[in-house]
């Protein structure tokens, strides 16, 4: 039972253009939610996060929107970059808090186009 | 801060040995450690969580006898890959809980020949 989904494995924008990336959960007890980015034979690399009480999150050139009563959280990045290239896991946590576990999603491999 | 590392990188086994992977949290304590294993094109399967002074807690399907963790110390989580077979063949990342995140080690490539 996949509780975290990305459904697009995939996905091609041209560099400057916006990159949205989509993560849908199936538990309402999820209540902290993380982007991770991770480039091949590497671990993930932590990008942005958001607790359930906020439905926005900005960091730089990277947004995380959650959407609750959809179950749905989405990354923007832009403008993007080629260097944005790399597969990205979205990540969701429920209570109790500071436990650190993690489901993670089935990853969505970005490709920036210079 | 919040560095990781897994030592080794690749390792490259015979069918029936047995391979310890070490992870350590460079510049910070972490009570709570955990591994992972990755297919190629699927996602982080989370394998255990290791806490410090305690048993590991193994996810559902795990084989706790194949995949022993040992988390000796505040820095440090070990997980020893027994008696391997091809198909334990992954790669293997760990991670170190801090600040209600979790910080990536750089992985380990495991060959079973």
């Known amino acids: 039972d996949q509780q975290v989904k990305q459904n697009s494995p995939s996905l091609s924008v041209q560099e400057g253009r916006i990159s949205i990336l989509n993560c849908d959960y199936t538990?309402?007890?999820?209540?902290?939610f993380l982007w991770y980015k991770k480039y091949p034979a590497e671990g993930p690399t932590f990008l942005i996060s958001i607790s359930s009480i906020k439905d926005k999150n900005e960091d730089g050139r990277f947004t995380v929107f959650l959407n609750k009563s959809a179950k749905h959280l989405s990354l923007h990045i832009v403008p993007s970059q080629p260097g944005d290239s790399a597969v990205y896991f979205c990540?969701?946590?429920?209570?109790?808090?500071?436990?650190?576990?993690?489901?993670f999603g089935t990853g969505t491999r970005l490709k920036v186009l210079a | 801060g919040a560095v990781v590392s897994q030592h080794p990188s690749r390792v490259i086994c015979k069918s029936g040995t047995s391979v310890k992977i070490e992870c350590r949290s460079l510049d910070f304590q972490a009570t709570t450690m955990f591994w992972y294993r990755q297919f190629p094109k699927q996602s982080l399967m989370l394998m255990a969580t290791s806490n410090e002074g305690s048993k590991a807690t193994y996810e559902q399907g795990v084989e706790k006898d194949k995949f022993l963790i040992n988390h000796a110390s505040l820095t440090l989580s070990t997980l020893t890959v027994t008696s391997a077979h091809p198909e334990d063949s992954s790669f293997y990342i760990c991670?170190?809980?801090?600040?209600?995140?979790?910080?990536f080690g750089p992985g380990t490539r495991l060959t079973v020949t």
């Open positions: 538990n309402s007890m999820f209540d902290y």
């Open positions: 990540a969701a946590s429920a209570p109790p808090s500071g436990t650190y576990k993690y489901i």
């Open positions: 991670s170190a809980g801090r600040g209600g995140e979790q910080y």
